[in-house]
């Protein structure tokens, strides 16, 4: 019995972990938002014709007659949903878009894990006129059945993240005690559970048709500013390359994912931030992935773009995770990229 009580408790300790809800705090000593307009729209896709199914009767819902569905026929795929806010007063010269990371959505520009404003929150207010995407294949963005995405969805544990994102210096625990970060970590463990509850599933073969999403988006808009974080980084440097004319600047937040080297030309008029965290030396993989940036980034200086790295210790802004715009300065560092947009003339 003692030890069924440990393992409920457990679990209500897990489980009461990441309810932490937005409240009136989160926007305490700020000025109202005044967005003259938002909405959204899906954008992109492609037809599929799927044939040789097998005909079935399926009740949707319970006590419901059954309904015979032949799943033959044309299925339209691969779109991605966009959400926009226009702020009163426009301030930016051109728009912002805000592309999310591996396993994630646009959750992840909106409010924090724990329950503070996110960065969409920041720029609407500095007058830009935001676009928060769900990429294909997530959120929704929708799925599409395994008789068009050839591979299985990736998924991740919970404890997954804790360290891979950098936010625990030792493996999770589903014990507060046990559960150790870096000593100056910023991301919030309080809202490590509500963050997870953000993760969804993912896909390797459908990088193409996200890009190709992405591409569409960025007509549909037209000039704007990209900014991106860590899978992100990939499509954006990509869909730069393939319209240097409409992206005007890009940043780069973690770049995991990269542009093509043979196309850095492209980009030689484009004004581009590369912004990192912390504990990165400390990490497997991350010292990889930022050498290989850092030397994409060298070729687009060399076409003649304007670059700029941003390593956040450098200058002492310790402590932050993979996931910036979560963490418990994500309004300092999100200032910091403000700072960058003025001084590139792309905002007031």
Same mark, same amino acid.
């Given at each position: 019995?003692?030890?069924?009580?440990?393992?409920?408790?457990?679990?209500?300790?897990?489980?009461?972990?990441?309810?932490?809800?937005?409240?009136?705090?989160?926007?305490?000593?700020?000025?109202?938002?005044?967005?003259?307009?938002?909405?959204?729209?899906?954008?992109?896709?492609?037809?599929? /014709?799927?044939?040789?199914?097998?005909?079935?009767?399926?009740?949707?819902?319970?006590?419901?007659?059954?309904?015979?569905?032949?799943?033959?026929?044309?299925?339209?795929?691969?779109?991605?949903?966009?959400?926009?806010?226009?702020?009163?007063?426009?301030?930016?010269?051109?728009?912002?878009?805000?592309?999310?990371?591996?396993?994630?959505?646009?959750?992840?520009?909106?409010?924090?894990?724990?329950?503070?404003?996110?960065?969409?929150?920041?720029?609407?207010?500095?007058?830009?006129?935001?676009?928060?995407?769900?990429?294909?294949?997530?959120?929704?963005? %929708?799925?599409?059945?395994?008789?068009?995405?050839?591979?299985?969805?990736?998924?991740?544990?919970?404890?997954?993240?804790?360290?891979?994102?950098?936010?625990?210096?030792?493996?999770?625990?589903?014990?507060?005690?046990?559960?150790?970060?870096?000593?100056?970590?910023?991301?919030?463990?309080?809202?490590?559970?509500?963050?997870?509850?953000?993760?969804?599933?993912?896909?390797?073969?459908?990088?193409?048709?996200?890009?190709?999403?992405?591409?569409?988006?960025? /007509?549909?808009? %037209?000039?704007?500013?990209?900014?991106?974080?860590?899978?992100?980084?990939?499509?954006?440097?990509?869909?730069?390359?393939?319209?240097?004319?409409?992206?005007?600047?890009?940043?780069?937040?973690?770049?995991?994912?990269?542009?093509?080297?043979?196309?850095? /030309?492209?980009?030689?008029?484009?004004?581009?931030?590369?912004?990192?965290?912390?504990?990165?030396?400390?990490?497997?993989?991350?010292?990889?992935?930022?050498?290989?940036?850092?030397?994409?980034?060298?070729?687009?200086?060399?076409?003649?773009?304007?670059?700029?790295?941003?390593?956040?210790?450098?200058?002492?802004?310790?402590?932050?995770?993979?996931?910036?715009?979560?963490?418990?300065?994500?309004?300092?560092?999100?200032?910091?990229?403000?700072?960058?947009?003025?001084?590139?003339?792309?905002?007031?």
């Amino acid at each position: 019995m003692l030890n069924r009580f440990k393992q409920l408790f457990g679990f209500m300790a897990l489980g009461t972990l990441g309810m932490v809800m937005p409240g009136p705090a989160s926007a305490q000593n700020k000025p109202p938002l005044n967005i003259a307009d938002f909405g959204s729209f899906h954008i992109g896709g492609r037809l599929v /014709d799927i044939q040789g199914q097998p005909v079935k009767e399926v009740v949707f819902t319970p006590g419901g007659a059954p309904a015979k569905i032949d799943p033959n026929g044309k299925y339209l795929v691969e779109s991605m949903y966009v959400q926009y806010f226009t702020p009163a007063t426009v301030k930016a010269k051109y728009p912002l878009l805000m592309w999310h990371g591996g396993g994630l959505t646009g959750v992840t520009y909106e409010t924090t894990p724990d329950g503070r404003e996110g960065w969409a929150h920041f720029f609407i207010r500095n007058g830009w006129k935001t676009y928060v995407s769900d990429a294909v294949e997530r959120g929704r963005s %929708g799925w599409a059945s395994s008789d068009i995405w050839p591979s299985p969805a990736q998924f991740l544990p919970i404890e997954n993240p804790w360290n891979r994102f950098r936010m625990g210096a030792k493996p999770w625990s589903d014990d507060p005690a046990k559960r150790e970060q870096y000593a100056e970590g910023q991301f919030p463990p309080e809202g490590y559970l509500n963050f997870m509850r953000q993760v969804v599933p993912r896909w390797t073969t459908t990088d193409d048709a996200i890009i190709r999403a992405y591409t569409e988006l960025v /007509d549909k808009v %037209g000039p704007c500013v990209v900014l991106v974080h860590s899978q992100g980084g990939q499509f954006g440097q990509k869909v730069a390359q393939a319209r240097p004319d409409l992206v005007k600047g890009l940043i780069l937040v973690e770049p995991a994912g990269f542009g093509d080297p043979a196309k850095a /030309d492209a980009l030689k008029n484009t004004k581009i931030l590369t912004v990192y965290g912390d504990y990165i030396a400390q990490d497997s993989r991350w010292p990889g992935m930022r050498k290989t940036q850092l030397a994409l980034n060298e070729r687009y200086r060399q076409a003649g773009a304007q670059v700029e790295v941003i390593d956040l210790p450098e200058h002492g802004i310790k402590g932050n995770s993979h996931m910036l715009m979560m963490d418990r300065n994500n309004q300092q560092i999100a200032q910091l990229i403000q700072d960058w947009l003025k001084r590139q003339g792309l905002a007031e």
